[in-house]
């Protein structure tokens, strides 16, 4: 369990909306968490709950609707349709007010203030549209001038001999810099093994992509990193020259997994990256990532369905239903006290390996328009103890504190 | 438990034909299921689980070769039947629900189609099938009873002819008078249906269809009009169904429902009420009608059956019941004797397949006399079918083919291994390294294919030993109204006729079962419109639509999450125990075993390395494959490293030569590498097949992360249960 508290990723907000003809689903909506250095963090929910869009989301897969994801304290992606739903309300607010009113100089007064919040939030969808283009921009700019104050007195004191080799270093570090993006910072490893390797690219291929995209040239350098991935997740230095084709299922998820953290990633999505694997194998990538997690500090969002190895691995939980995340506790809290009634039908649904056991087992039936009326108040997330939150209204909120005690 | 075998399993052996060599699949698996139990088969991909529950269905992929073994279904080796017989068997008897539920629908046709599709096809070739036998079976009995009763006796036999014609003759009169009642007792359950459903969206103010679909009610219910069916308030709903269509423009134009839908419900009530009664022996009726020359007496259907049947009976069927008879006995003796005469034909000539170098003309003439002997003594006029020795020709055959295509093949591996070798050794002299070795030359054994052709002949001898053993304890007047029963059913079997109509009420009434809801908007839609829960139930739905004995559940919830999972679990858990089915349920979680299984097998490298009840498995586990198996998958509790299985399945075109999991095994011994452990018996009902069991072995304890999960689980039990 990481002790510091040094967040992350945080994401407010996200709503992510895709069109469907003319109506629109609603894959991801008000989901808010933030992910603390070093922890793993689970997603689960039912297929179709939208996991997969939030993880997809933060890699900048997508163009996110609305909502702000915050990467190392900087914004990396952010949605407008909030302001745009802010402008059309406060337009209509208006509307009524000034219609209501019958002093002329009152009138005027009300439409400058319409006027200057129009302006505020356009000066928002521009800060929006320009931090999602250009989050990298910055950064880049930031290491590029790291790269020059380290570089620029070397050259000046240097003799002549010396001067040729230097030069070539700091051209290439240079390079290099102007190319480095935030976002590759954050590596995914995808569900199916088979579908997200090219089979036309030998394992060497794969896996240096990365480092060939961010401009590195030297061959030998590259080498040297593939073979050291390929040690570290368990494979040997034979395997560079091969195709994809030519492994097991698990080798190939341990691929993924080194493509993925050559780019020394902080933070690595890993989006079921054991369902499609049997259960042996499983376990076998299942230690590889705790593991690597112990030994380069990484940090986990880790996407699942299969809630035991959720329980197993991660430090806290969230579980999402249709586009909602309805609880996000630690995981040791979420499976004791589970509170929303989601939760706990998702919790009844598990099969453990014991006859005696299963046969006792009742599943929960969870259905939403039994277990809630939010006719009157309207849910949001809120805090029962320190940690748990639940997606609840204020009734609602009353008896679960009670149901803790 | 129940202990009635509905299918075994013997020492099935499946390979592969692949361009790089043999790929062993499943290497000789023994396994039985009962009526109404599930036994789960458990392993890792590459196992031959799946290979196993395919061959069963008989839809091994074409590069497969089936090496040995039988797999019994119903006293028929599906391994040996002919594809127009396993036509009758897959779907109907053994159904089976794949792992991928978008990949087993066809994306371009609607559910409704898919769902009726094989309903209405096995429907227009069962009348057919139907026609064909009551004629063949008819003229087979006439024959008989002429041999029977009247061997020298012209005027006698030509007396039994005519019986037989006439029986033939008010057999069409009751297959006229059935249709007839058919047809309107159906529109009457479909009117019904339809008006049920117009009354009901009626009252939630939708009027979809609604001049079409009352035009047709107005029809169907006017069709339903008949002597057994609407007779008696045929008036009264002639004039109801009159007044439907000035009801509906009234209400058309006031635009207020209440009066149609009265006149509707009281129509759908007349119709209802119909479909109650009782309905009238058409047999009797027709050989009553035919033969009698009088009207049928004035009397209410019950009373009305009693008298057709006695009459029936008085006239007619009690007297051919007994010479009906005579004729089985007959038939039955003479095949008993013709099987006698078949048996020592048999012994005297199997000489020809015992030689040291067979001779193929030899071969095939005498598999020509054999089967001839053997097909003469078949009882043809046993209602139950001996597919022994109908098969025995074609499985002979087979065997005879597969010795000498062996030869043949043979000498072509020693000839490519030989060539090989030189080319390998001669670069080996060169001093090069070839980057390839030379694949050892797969030669089957000839002693072996030998001894499958005798032991072919050999059953059969034994089959028809065991056949005039149990030959005093027939039930010959049994068998005689089973026949006419038969008789009666095929002809039946004739009219019965599946419409769409009636497809799609058993559809829905089926999509309801397994628990879709609004399975009218459902049925029109396509597969894509499902979610994989839905398009799962929809599968479950297919395989079932045929009433199978059998259900092969080929990892139905590996690509669903865990609610998902769970309804899908109880659904097939509920349809075993409403329908008594046996289920084969593949799969690699082992907590879904632990949920569905009755017994488990443990499969590895396509062989069964342990067998056992569930208890057996997850409480006393035996072989370190099942401890591997159940260690390396966390549970909610769990917090140490996981016991992952080192390395992947061996390669089975070099399956190694001891046991198969030795090299992945941390308790492996030396013996582990050098012999096959056989199967050890534990409990009467646990095998396993692992060398820590022989009496020499070290004493090891299952790994700390099982037992410590046993104990845990004992312990939330009983929280359980204290709650």
Redesign the interface.
């Known amino acids: 369990m990481p002790n510091n508290d040094e967040v992350l990723l945080r994401v407010e907000h996200l709503c992510q909306y895709f069109k469907m003809g003319g109506a629109e689903l609603k894959a991801v909506d008000d989901v808010s968490f933030d992910i603390k250095k070093g922890e793993v963090f689970g997603l689960v929910g039912e297929s179709g709950c939208g996991k997969t869009t939030t993880g997809r989301s933060i890699i900048k897969i997508y163009d996110i609707t609305s909502g702000d994801i915050y990467f190392k304290g900087i914004r990396i992606g952010a949605g407008i349709r909030s302001y745009k739903n802010n402008k059309a309300n406060a337009r209509k607010e208006y509307k009524e007010k000034i219609a209501q009113e019958t002093d002329p100089s009152k009138k005027k007064a009300l439409s400058d203030e319409l006027k200057a919040y129009i302006k505020e939030q356009n000066n928002q969808i521009k800060a929006a549209k320009y931090d999602q283009k250009n989050c990298d921009k910055e950064y880049q700019q930031k290491s590029v001038a790291e790269v020059k104050e380290k570089y620029l007195p070397l050259i000046e004191k240097a003799s002549a001999d010396e001067k040729n080799a230097i030069n070539k270093e700091y051209s290439n570090e240079l390079r290099k810099a102007r190319k480095t993006k935030l976002v590759t910072q954050i590596q995914m490893i995808f569900q199916d093994p088979i579908a997200s390797l090219d089979p036309r690219m030998t394992v060497r291929e794969t896996i240096s992509e990365g480092l060939v995209i961010q401009g590195e040239k030297n061959k030998k350098v590259i080498d040297e990193k593939v073979y050291e991935m390929l040690e570290l997740v368990g494979l040997v230095r034979e395997h560079a020259a091969r195709y994809p084709h030519e492994f097991s299922g698990g080798q190939r998820q341990r691929i993924g997994v080194a493509r993925s953290i050559i780019m020394n990633p902080d933070l690595i999505i890993a989006d079921e990256p054991v369902s499609a694997l049997d259960v042996s194998i499983q376990a076998q990538v299942i230690n590889l990532l705790n593991d690597l997690r112990e030994k380069f500090g990484l940090t986990i969002m880790f996407i699942a369905h299969d809630l035991s190895v959720v329980k197993y691995f991660s430090n806290r939980i969230g579980v999402m239903y249709f586009g909602k995340m309805v609880e996000l506790a630690t995981s040791d809290e979420l499976f004791k006290n589970p509170l929303h009634p989601y939760t706990k039908s998702l919790l009844s649904a598990i099969p453990l390996p014991d006859p005696e056991y299963e046969k006792q087992r009742k599943r929960i039936v969870y259905n939403p328009l039994e277990s809630h009326d939010y006719s009157v108040s309207k849910p949001r997330m809120q805090e029962i103890t320190p940690g748990h939150f639940v997606y609840c209204n204020d009734e609602e909120f009353e008896k679960y504190k009670t149901e803790l005690k | 438990m129940n202990t009635e075998k509905k299918l075994s399993v013997k020492n099935l052996t499946i390979s592969f034909r692949t361009s790089n060599g043999k790929v062993q699949a499943v290497r000789g698996i023994d396994f039985d299921l009962y009526k109404g139990e599930t036994l789960a088969i458990v392993g ?2 590459g196992s031959g689980k799946s290979v196993t529950s395919k061959a069963i269905l008989g839809i091994l992929a074409g590069n497969s070769i089936v090496e040995g073994g039988e797999i019994i279904y119903d006293g028929k080796d599906l391994l040996k039947i002919s594809e127009d017989d396993f036509h009758k068997i897959r779907g109907d008897k053994i159904a089976m629900i794949f792992q991928d539920p978008m990949s087993s629908l066809n994306p371009i046709v609607r559910i409704g189609r898919q769902l009726t599709e094989a309903m209405i096809l096995k429907g227009k070739a069962r009348q057919k099938e139907s026609r064909k036998n009551f004629n063949d079976k008819l003229g087979l009995l006439c024959e008989n009873m002429k041999k029977a009763l009247a061997p020298n006796d012209p005027e006698k036999a030509k007396e039994i002819e005519l019986k037989c014609k006439q029986f033939d003759k008010f057999e069409y009169k009751h297959l006229d008078l059935e249709k007839e009642y058919n047809l309107a007792h159906e529109a009457a359950s479909e009117a019904v249906f339809d008006l049920e459903n117009l009354i009901f969206e009626l009252s939630k103010n939708s009027k979809r269809d609604l001049n079409y679909r009352i035009n047709n009610d107005k029809k169907l219910a006017l069709k339903s009009i008949q002597k057994y069916v609407v007779n008696e308030r045929a008036e009264e709903l002639k004039t109801l169904v009159s007044t439907i269509s000035s009801e509906y423009s009234k209400s058309k134009k006031s635009d207020d429902f209440t009066g149609l839908m009265d006149v509707l419900t009281k129509v759908k009530d007349i119709l209802s009420e119909a479909l109650t009664f009782t309905q009238p022996n058409f047999f009797s009726m027709g050989y009553y009608l035919t033969y009698s020359n009088q009207e049928l007496p004035d009397m209410n259907v019950e009373e009305l059956n009693a008298f057709l049947r006695k009459y029936l009976d008085d006239n007619f069927m009690l007297e051919f019941i007994k010479e009906e008879k005579e004729a089985i006995i007959y038939s039955a003796n003479e095949s008993y004797r013709e099987k006698e005469e078949a048996i020592t034909f048999l012994r005297n000539n199997m000489d020809v397949f015992k030689k040291d170098n067979l001779n193929k003309a030899e071969c095939i003439a005498a598999w020509k006399s054999l089967s001839k002997e053997v097909r003469e003594g078949i009882d043809k006029l046993e209602l139950v079918k001996d597919s022994f020795a109908y098969t025995f020709s074609s499985g002979l055959k087979t065997e005879i083919d597969a010795y000498f295509t062996a030869i043949v093949k043979n000498e072509k591996e020693t000839k490519r291994f030989n060539r090989d070798t030189v080319k390998y050794n001669k670069l080996k002299e060169k001093g090069k390294d070839p980057d390839w070795k030379v694949i050892p030359a797969a030669i089957s054994d000839l002693e072996l294919k030998k001894y499958n052709i005798v032991h072919q002949v050999e059953r059969l001898c034994e089959h028809y030993e065991n056949k005039i053993k149990t030959r005093d304890s027939r039930d010959y007047d049994a068998e005689a109204i089973a026949m006419i029963d038969y008789l009666k059913e095929q002809a039946s079997g004739v009219v019965t006729k599946v419409t769409p109509t009636m497809a799609k009420n058993k559809a829905i009434k089926l999509m309801e079962e397994v628990g879709i809801p609004e399975p009218r908007k459902r049925y029109r839609q396509y597969p894509f419109e499902f ?2 829960g839905m398009r799962q139930r929809i599968v479950i739905a297919i395989a079932l639509a045929a009433n199978p004995d059998i259900l092969i559940c080929d990892e139905p919830t590996t690509a ?8 899908i ?2 659904l097939i858990n509920d349809f075993k125990k409403r329908r008594d089915l046996s289920v084969i349920f593949i799969t ?8 569905m ?1 009755d017994r488990v097998a443990v499969m590895y490298a396509g062989k069964i390395v342990e067998y056992g009840t ?2 057996d498995i ?1 409480y006393h586990a035996a072989h370190p494959y099942t401890w ?3 260690s ?5 509790d ?2 140490e ?6 390395g ?1 399945p061996p390669n089975m075109i070099y399956p190694p030569v001891g046991d198969a999991f030795a090299q992945r095994n941390k308790y492996a011994m030396k013996i582990d590498f050098e012999r096959q452990p056989p199967m050890f018996k534990i409990t009467d009902t646990h095998y396993a097949a692992t060398w820590l069991l022989h009496p020499d072995a070290p004493k090891i304890d299952p790994p700390k992360a099982i037992t410590d ?2 104990e845990r ?1 004992r312990r ?2 009983g929280e ?1 249960n204290a709650e």
């Open positions: 890792e991909s979610s994989g669903l999450d865990v609610t998902i999972q769970s309804q679990l109880e690699h979680d082992l907590g879904v075993v632990a949920n299984a569930s208890d997850f591997a198996l159940l390396s998958m966390p549970d909610l769990t917090n490293k996981l016991d992952a299985i080192p992947t999960r046993i689980m939330r039990r359980n």
